[in-house]
Structures are given as structure tokens and as C-alpha cells.
């Protein structure tokens, strides 16, 4: 019987080569979450970035690539973190070769995108090394680990987002009122931290109010303050019928307010729906200073029902007057 042999044969020199390419210079790109507080953000941003430069500097065969940073403890949307989906495309363009992140809660507490982003980032042969739980996702077990870490990431956002939806209830319950000043036209917080009115603002608020009530329409409307260069609530140039609306409809101008109009249904999309009956609403009245007086308020809504129903009237009879002739 022939001897059985074994023979080796050698990987092809560019082969081989990869399996050296521990010793090549890495781009390496930090990514890290910081508070949403402007003064701790830059404080947070700073000292990270200076620990990850000290950690890339100390390795011989490391380069920096750049430090990726998002605003805000959330993380379970990725395409509403800028600077991650920035460090992603880095990475399918070729400028990164390793990410360093302090913990998977860090880099997704959404399972399923983090999952997503690590298998197409391993794909691409960039590993990322989270620091907290010591994975290195090219490393065979660091699959399950991150299912595993990523999965509770996840659970303790659901139940963050869950007590902070009590609490927001519990609030609308006892008739406490929160007021978005930056966004609200008319209003500023007052030294006592109560509304107060802002006199100039609330003339253009009574100037809309009386113009609907003339019989202009809300188009009409929002093209007058538009030419007279009155900025929005959001602070932009050009007024629409339907910021008009929103103003016509809102019930803080008569001094009450309506809470819980909306609701967060779902804590990973973090979309807001329109309260249509499926929780309680509560309802305040004199709770602040009034800009436009009940009376004026209440016929506005009446004009506004008006007008509405006209229009629906209008829609039916020309569906009729097409069916009639086709």
C-alpha cells in the first residue's frame, strides 16, 4: 500500500499578505452619544474625544479617522443620529478601517438595527470593538453577545421611554401645562415661570384672528404676513394656510389648554399619533393669560366648522355633477 502524504501548500502571496494586515496603519473612527444639555455635551464631547485620541495615538500602527458623535440619550432610531449615519457611509466609502465604541447601548438600543449595521460592517471587514463588554464583532461569538447586550439595550429603552410616558400622564392628570416658548407664537415664560404675554406678538395674533373673522381666507392670510415679513413661530419667512389654522384652532390663546393631544405609540419609531380617543385627555381652563377673548374664540371655530362643511358640500356636488355627465 502507497504511504499516505501530506503536503502543504502555501496561500498565494496576496493572501497571505491580508493575514498580516494587523501590522498594517488602521483608520480608526470613535463613535460616541453625548447629553442632550449644552454645556455638558461640549464637556462629554471634549473628554472623549481627547480619551480616544490618547488610545489611538498609543497604538504604533493607528491613525485617527475621525470622532463621531450624536446629540441625546436616544439611540434607538439610527437614521435620526446624523453623525452615525455619517461615520456609515465613511465606512462603505473606504475611510474607515475600525470603529471603537464604549457599548453596544452606545452605537444602537435598537436590536434590529444594530444588527444590521454590525453584519454589513463585518462584511466590509471593519470590525467594531465595544469597550464596556469587550466584543470585537469579527470574532465568531460576538454575533450572539450582541443580540444578547443589544436585546437588553433595547428592553431598558422600552422602559425608560415607558416611565417617562407615565410620568407625562400622571402630569396631564394633575393639569400640569407645558408650553413650547421657542415654538409658540405669543407667549414667553415669565419670571415666575408661568406664560406671559408678549404684546408685540400677541397683536399679530389678534391681527390674525380678526382678519378670519373679515372673511379672509387662511391662504390670504399667511400671504399678508408673509409680504409683511413676519416671521412664523418656527422663526421662518413664509407663512402657510395651515400654520394659520394651527394658530385660529389653538386653544392657549383663549388662556386654556388641551393635554395629551397626541401620544407616543411606539418608543424604537418614537412617531407621535393623534389622540383620537384612546387615552384620556384633560382639559384646563384660566390657566394662563388670554391673548384673544372666548367669545372671539368660539366664533372663530364656529366660521371655521363653517367653512369646512362648505367645502365638503362643494366636494360631494361636484363628484355628483361628474357622475351625472361621464
Not at 500500500?1 to 501530506?6: K, N, P, W
Not at 496603519?25 to 442632550?36: D, H, M, N, Q
Not at 383620537?276 to 372663530?300: C, K, S, T, W
Request: hydrophobic share 35%; aromatic share 8%.
Amino acid at each position: 500500500m502507497t504511504q499516505r502524504v501530506v503536503r502543504i501548500i502555501p496561500p498565494k502571496p496576496e493572501f497571505a499578505a491580508d493575514r498580516q494586515s494587523d501590522l498594517r496603519p488602521k483608520r480608526v473612527a470613535a463613535y460616541c452619544r453625548v447629553s442632550t444639555d449644552k454645556e455638558e455635551q461640549e464637556k462629554s464631547f471634549e473628554t472623549q474625544k481627547e480619551m480616544y485620541t490618547d488610545m489611538i495615538m498609543m497604538k504604533p500602527n493607528w491613525q485617527m479617522a475621525g470622532i463621531y458623535a450624536d446629540e441625546g440619550i436616544t439611540g434607538t432610531i439610527a437614521k435620526k443620529r446624523p453623525d452615525f449615519m455619517r461615520m456609515i457611509e465613511d465606512c462603505r466609502k473606504g475611510k474607515i478601517d475600525l470603529i471603537i465604541t464604549k457599548s453596544v447601548s452606545r452605537f444602537s438600543r435598537n436590536n434590529l438595527d444594530c444588527l444590521l449595521y454590525v453584519r454589513e460592517l463585518k462584511e466590509l471587514g471593519i470590525p467594531i470593538i465595544f469597550e464596556k463588554e469587550g466584543i470585537n464583532t469579527l470574532q465568531v461569538s460576538s454575533e450572539l453577545l450582541i443580540t444578547l447586550f443589544s436585546g437588553l439595550s433595547q428592553s431598558e429603552s422600552e422602559s425608560i421611554s415607558m416611565n417617562v410616558k407615565m410620568g407625562k400622564r400622571q402630569s396631564a392628570k394633575k393639569g400640569n401645562v407645558a408650553f413650547s416658548y421657542a415654538s409658540f407664537l405669543g407667549y414667553r415664560r415669565g419670571a415666575d415661570g408661568k406664560p406671559e404675554i408678549i404684546p408685540e406678538e400677541a397683536e399679530i395674533i389678534k391681527r390674525i384672528y380678526n382678519s378670519y373673522i373679515a372673511g379672509e381666507s387662511l391662504n390670504d392670510i399667511a400671504k399678508a404676513l408673509t409680504a409683511d415679513e413676519i416671521l412664523t413661530p418656527r422663526g421662518n419667512a413664509k407663512w402657510s394656510g395651515k400654520g394659520v389654522l394651527s394658530i385660529l384652532s389653538n386653544e392657549k390663546y383663549k388662556g386654556d389648554a388641551l393635554l395629551q393631544k397626541t401620544y407616543i405609540a411606539d418608543c424604537i419609531t418614537k412617531k407621535s399619533k393623534r389622540n383620537n380617543g384612546e387615552l384620556p385627555q384633560y382639559y384646563v381652563e384660566n390657566n394662563h393669560p388670554a391673548i384673544i377673548e372666548r367669545q372671539m374664540f368660539d366664533r372663530v371655530q364656529e366660521e371655521i366648522a363653517r367653512r369646512a362643511g362648505k367645502r365638503k358640500v362643494k366636494e360631494v356636488g361636484t363628484k355628483t355633477e361628474q357622475g351625472k355627465y361621464s
